[in-house]
């Protein structure tokens, strides 16, 4: 049974940090590329960063130079390090394959981790 569970959210204050993990069963980590994804109250899900099978990193621009992925394979769990905050980073997160999962014709999502970063 497939599952991906996000922790590690939480409520902070502008400038802070958090570190987010995404616990995987089910799926390999190791042999999939794996993203982070978020969606703000009333917006679309949007895509944050992607992390190679190998450990190249790619970034949304709107957090390029705050906010790390990283990924244990040992323990088949994939982090994301948020630092320098802002409000606008608002969002409930979520880990997934890229391309997303898909079990039978629905995409699969997570229940996610609520990030609140106050001003």
């Known amino acids: 049974q497939v599952q991906l569970v996000e922790s590690g959210g939480g409520l902070v204050q502008s400038g802070g940090s958090l570190r987010l993990s995404c616990a995987a069963s089910?799926?390999?980590?190791?042999?999939?590329?794996m993203g982070w994804y978020r969606q703000a109250p009333g917006k679309e899900r949007e895509w944050v960063v992607t992390?190679?099978?190998?450990?190249?990193?790619v970034h949304a621009d709107s957090v390029k130079g705050r906010f790390t992925a990283s990924r244990d394979n040992a323990r088949n769990t994939v982090y994301l390090q948020m630092n320098s905050l802002k409000p606008e980073d608002t969002a409930v997160y979520y880990c997934n394959t890229v391309p997303i999962l898909r079990i039978g014709y629905q995409d699969y999502w997570g229940q996610g981790t609520q990030v609140t970063v106050s001003s």
């Open positions: 992390i190679s099978k190998g450990g190249y990193t």
């Open positions: 089910g799926v390999i980590v190791s042999n999939n590329a």
